[in-house]
């Protein structure tokens, strides 16, 4: 397998800090709420890692809050050919995940060992609820999921969209350190079943990163 070279030889991975740094900035506009509650940095790059390493083609992330979280994936995603679905369903956090996306294309020369790719072609949003989607998707399959929605919505995600899953797939579930009781159903279910092979990183707000056989 090769070994990928090194993202910021292809990437300007600064663009990625920038939008961490506006966070403050943002919450006082008093538009979204009390938090944004961005992954961790050292979770985002794990996860583009994986992607890149993996060779990923097709991603999905539910909870896309202002992109944060997405711009780890499209920079995985643009290295490997592949592309991602987002999903976040608060019109704010939606206008603000378009502004930063474009920032991200401008700032960024998206030039991976696929060629110049436009970001619109490696993510898409879909501005609406999770569930709504997976029950109108077509027969394409998914080998790459982040959870970062409501805890407690883990399990049932994850029980509409394993068909959708090829061999091998990866499920990355954020904050189950952070939220050990809400995440607990769900811990449960991906550790016990003999489907699934199942580890909690210790990194930020501690990433269970679950592979599906
Ligand atoms: C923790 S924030 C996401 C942070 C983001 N992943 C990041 O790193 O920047 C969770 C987001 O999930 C969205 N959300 C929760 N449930 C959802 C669902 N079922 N479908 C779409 N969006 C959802 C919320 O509106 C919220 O913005």
Known sequence: MDVPVLTSKIMDLSAISRLYAKEEGLLKTG?????????????????????QFYGLKRGI??????????SWLVAGFQYTGGKVTSF??????????????????????????HGARNVQEVVELVPAEF??????????KIDFVFFDQRKSDYLPHLE????????????????VLSHPDASQVYLDFVRKNKRFESACLEIGAGLEVTRVW
């Not at 992330?61 to 997405?70: H, I, K, L, P, Y």
């Open 31 to 51: 538009q979204f709420g009390r938090g944004l509650w961005p992954v961790d940095m050292s979770i985002g790059q794990y996860m583009m890692w994986l992607i």
């Open 61 to 70: 992330e539910v909870g896309a809050g202002v992109g944060m979280s997405t």
């Open 160 to 175: 509409l969209i394993l068909p959708k899953l090829k061999k091998g797939a990866f499920i990355c579930a954020d904050n």
């Open 131 to 140: 569930t709504r989607w997976v029950k109108h998707s077509g027969r394409e």
């Open 88 to 113: 976040e369903y608060f019109p704010p956090k939606v206008r603000e995940w378009e502004k930063n996306m474009e920032r991200f294309t401008l700032k960024n020369a998206l030039v991976g060992k």
